[in-house]
C-alpha cells in the first residue's frame, strides 16, 4: 500500500511538501492521486499525475498553490503545497490507479479510479 508522509501542522501562507512511496508493484504503471477529507466533509480529489508524470491534473481550488511530481526512480509522487489556507486542513491521502499504463487523457478524478490507497497524513493549517 502507498503510504503518506510529510504532513503538520503551519501557518496560513506556509508550505508543505508531502511524499507517497509505494512499491514498484503498486506504483511503476499506475497513475496516483491526492485526495483529502476535512472534518465533516466528504472526500475532495486534490490532484493526479499520470504513471510516466507527463501530465498533471488539479482540482480548480489547488491550481497555482499546488504541484505533484513524481520519482519513479524511488517509487515516490509527492505533492508540493504552497500559499496554504486553513480551509486546507485535512488528512490528505494518495492513491495508486487500477489501470496501469494509462496514455490517455483521462485525469483520474475519481475515487473508484483508485485501488490503492494510503493510510493518510494530517495537514493542520493555523490562522
Known amino acids: 500500500q502507498p503510504v503518506e508522509s510529510g504532513g503538520g501542522l503551519v501557518q496560513a501562507g506556509g508550505s508543505l511538501r508531502l511524499s507517497c512511496a509505494a512499491s514498484p508493484r503498486t506504483f511503476g504503471g499506475n497513475a496516483i492521486g491526492w485526495f483529502r477529507r476535512s472534518l465533516g466533509k466528504e472526500r475532495e480529489f486534490v490532484g493526479s499525475i499520470t504513471w510516466s508524470g507527463d501530465s498533471t491534473y488539479y482540482a480548480d481550488s489547488m491550481k497555482g498553490r499546488f504541484t505533484i511530481s513524481r520519482d519513479n526512480a524511488k517509487n515516490t509522487v509527492f505533492l508540493d503545497m504552497n500559499n496554504l489556507k486553513p480551509e486546507d486542513t485535512a488528512v490528505y491521502y494518495c492513491?495508486?490507479?487500477?489501470?496501469?499504463?494509462?496514455?490517455?487523457?483521462?485525469?483520474?478524478?475519481?475515487?473508484?479510479?483508485?485501488?490503492?490507497w494510503g493510510q493518510g497524513t494530517q495537514v493542520t493549517v493555523s490562522s
Open positions: 492513491a495508486a490507479s487500477r489501470v496501469t499504463y494509462y496514455s490517455g487523457s483521462y485525469s483520474f478524478q475519481s475515487p473508484d479510479d483508485y485501488g490503492y
